[in-house]
């Protein structure tokens, strides 16, 4: 069922399923869960990918609103720094132009300028510049040409220069403060101009001016630039000389003719700053982007005004740290993100496979204590087995031992068979010449008391052989009375058979019987002849037990063959280096099959009541074994009765008599 099962999954065909389904479909199913991975793996991958978006966006956007902040943060205090330094340099100066015009000197060579009051304004001027610290001061008349100048002395001396287009002589000159900032005239020179009206009685007679160099401003950090724009929104003051003189806006017509009226930045062309504004945000700051390109620089604009004179100072924080610190902050977010999910996968990877070493132990584990069960139980079984083998063995023991005893009794019982069956033989043989005796006795003393002594002798000669017939018939009986002597091992074979012979004699009688000697060495088979010893032939057995087997063996065989005519039983010794053997064959009815192999068994009989006890076999097999030997039976081959082949060990007698050739006869 299985194989056919894993056949239809490997091997899908067009039939149906039992369930009514395709047969495609495990493999469909197989399909979409596959998809189904692969499409949870894409929407994985792409939330992480999503993830690592957002973190990355919103950390630069943290960075870069952070950095910006900073940014506006410094950029707020260098301005203010800035401008408060700007305002007291130009608040120091402030009353300056105002003493200045309160000093008759200066009201005299205004209502008066002759050359002594020149002289005099002039020195005082020079004397008045140098203390202050200013760049130059100097004294315009109403009609605009310098008359007085503490650069008296110097080339580019203002005195007899025009004024009348600057814007801070005409505020003067109306009554009001002038504060102007330009290129100038005469030196080319960028300052900041204040300027005082000088009264006489009340009534204006001419301009104070004093100059300021603020070219310090320009050496600011050029990598933060700083400008300074005035009311229209030129650059007059700039950390990066380039921008200088640029417009930060579009400049009208009119604006731009009343510069270069005034002469104010030297005539040259305002034109406009490439500034490209990318973002407002709050507070007067601004993202720039100066110059053209996508590479042009991006600032940070923070304007602050100057309120009077009406200026803007600009700090221009260039954007690229910030640009880079977003950058490297992404960039280490990216990292940490990309590392975290590394981690993560990580995790749980060791936690999958930690997962999977501690149910791997766990199987282990159980399969261990599985093991240590069945071993528990199998020891517990073998101890029953041994315990019970035990048991068996000492039963068997004192089975054996009770067999044995048995075998004792039996024997004993066997031989008290034998010797009864005997001794009804006996008195049957004693009885007659008994009678003879009796009758020989009875006619001896009447022919001696007639006289006939030869025929008395005759008698007497009778009588002597029927004694000696009768002595030879007891003599037998002392073979079954051997049971107290002590056994012995060695058993002349031919002596045993003689005795045997001797004993059935009767039975014999008219029974073919022949005895041979088989060398299994040399193959030879020669007919035994009995009245030699041969003292080489010695079998390993106690003789008396030899011919109690040999007894039974021959009586059996006498038994089997009476009817037979003419009766034959055939004894076959056969000598080998170790072992000897007596086949004892008949030619009576044989054993049939369902006989054989209960043979040996105690009490088994095939005779009639009273003809056997059926211990024969039995004792004489015990008798074998006990000697070491075996005793075997088998229906001759060619169907001409049984065979029984009693196989014992050959004692092996070192004479001279050994080397002789065995005699043979009849
Ligand atoms: P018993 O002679 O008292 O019957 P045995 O043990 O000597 O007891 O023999 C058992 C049986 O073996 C016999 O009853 C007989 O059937 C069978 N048997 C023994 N020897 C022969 C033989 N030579 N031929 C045929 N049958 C035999």
Redesign the pocket.
């Known amino acids: 069922m299985k194989l056919a099962a894993a056949r239809r999954r490997s091997l899908p065909s067009a039939e149906p399923c039992a369930d009514g389904a395709s047969p495609y479909a495990t493999i469909t199913d197989h399909h979409r869960s596959g998809i189904a991975n692969v499409t949870r793996r894409l929407l994985i991958l792409f939330a992480l990918v999503a993830g690592l978006v957002a973190a990355c966006g919103l950390t630069y956007s943290i960075a870069w609103q952070r950095g910006i902040d900073s940014l506006r943060h410094n950029a707020a205090v260098r301005v203010d720094r800035t401008a408060s330094a700007l305002k007291s340099t130009l608040e120091r100066y402030e009353s300056l132009p105002y003493l200045l015009a309160e000093h008759p000197l200066v009201q005299d060579v205004l209502v008066n300028p002759s050359p002594a009051n020149v002289e005099r304004a002039n020195l005082y001027l020079e004397d008045l510049n140098r203390h202050a610290r200013a760049t130059v001061t100097y004294i315009i008349p109403l009609d605009g040409y310098c008359v007085a100048a503490s650069n008296w002395q110097g080339p580019g001396s203002f005195i007899g220069a025009g004024y009348q287009f600057r814007p801070y002589f005409l505020d003067a000159v109306k009554g009001g403060v002038g504060r102007f900032f330009g290129i100038g005239t005469i030196s080319q020179a960028p300052g900041y101009y204040i300027s005082q009206p000088v009264r006489r009685d009340g009534k204006i007679v001419g301009a104070a001016v004093v100059k300021l160099d603020l070219e310090w401003f320009q050496g600011a950090d050029a990598a933060e630039p700083l400008v300074v724009t005035d009311d229209h929104g030129v650059i007059f003051l700039s950390s990066v000389p380039a921008w200088k003189y640029h417009t930060i806006r579009p400049l009208s017509g009119q604006v731009a003719d009343s510069i270069y009226q005034a002469r104010q930045y030297a005539q040259q062309p305002i034109a406009p700053l490439p500034v490209t504004i990318e973002r407002m945000l709050a507070g007067n700051a601004q993202i720039v982007r100066i110059g053209g390109g996508r590479y042009a620089p991006r600032y940070l604009a923070s304007r602050r005004g100057m309120g009077e004179p009406d200026w803007h100072l600009i700090t221009m924080s260039p954007l690229d740290p910030v640009d880079a610190q977003a950058r490297n902050a992404t960039i280490a977010t990216g990292f940490g993100y990309v590392s975290l999910v590394l981690l993560a996968f990580y995790w749980r990877m060791r936690r999958a496979r930690v997962r999977e070493v501690m149910r791997s132990r766990a199987l282990l584990q159980k399969a261990y204590a599985e093991l240590n069960r069945r071993v528990a139980e199998r020891t517990a079984d073998l101890s029953q087995a041994n315990e019970q083998l035990h048991k068996e063995v000492a039963e068997r023991t004192r089975a054996e031992q009770e067999l044995r005893a048995a075998h004792d009794e039996l024997i004993q019982a066997s031989k008290l068979a034998a010797l009864g069956q005997m001794a009804a033989g006996i008195t049957h043989e004693l009885n007659q010449p008994l009678a003879a005796l009796r009758g020989f006795s009875d006619n001896t003393r009447v022919l001696l008391e007639r006289g006939d002594q030869a025929s008395a002798r005759e008698n007497l000669e009778a009588i002597a052989a029927l004694t000696e017939r009768m002595g030879k018939i007891t003599n037998q009986l002392k073979l079954f009375v051997g049971r107290a002597r002590p056994r012995n091992a060695r058993a002349p074979i031919v002596r045993a058979l003689r005795n045997v012979i001797a004993l059935l004699q009767k039975r014999l009688q008219g029974v073919e019987v022949e005895f041979a000697l088989l060398d299994t060495g040399s193959g030879a088979r020669t007919l035994l002849n009995l009245a030699d010893d041969h003292p080489q032939l010695i079998a390993n057995c106690d003789d008396l037990r030899l011919e109690q087997v040999l007894i ?1 063996l021959l009586g ?2 006498l038994d ?1 063959t009476a009817g037979m005519t003419p009766p034959r039983i055939s004894i076959e010794i056969e000598v080998a280096d170790a072992t000897v053997s007596f086949a004892v064959g ?1 030619n ?4 049939p099959d369902d ?1 054989l192999p209960r ?1 040996f068994e105690p009490f ?4 009639e009541m009273g003809q ?7 004792i004489s097999s015990s008798i074998a074994r006990d000697c070491g030997g075996t005793l075997v039976a088998r229906n001759a081959p060619d169907g001409g ?2 065979l029984f082949v009693l196989t014992l060990r050959r004692v092996r007698v070192q004479t001279s008599q050994t080397s002789d050739p065995l005699t043979t006869g009849s």
């Open positions: 039974n059996n065989a089997a008949d009576g009815h044989g054993i006989v043979l088994f009989t095939t005779k056997g006890l059926g211990l024969g076999l039995a009765g049984a």
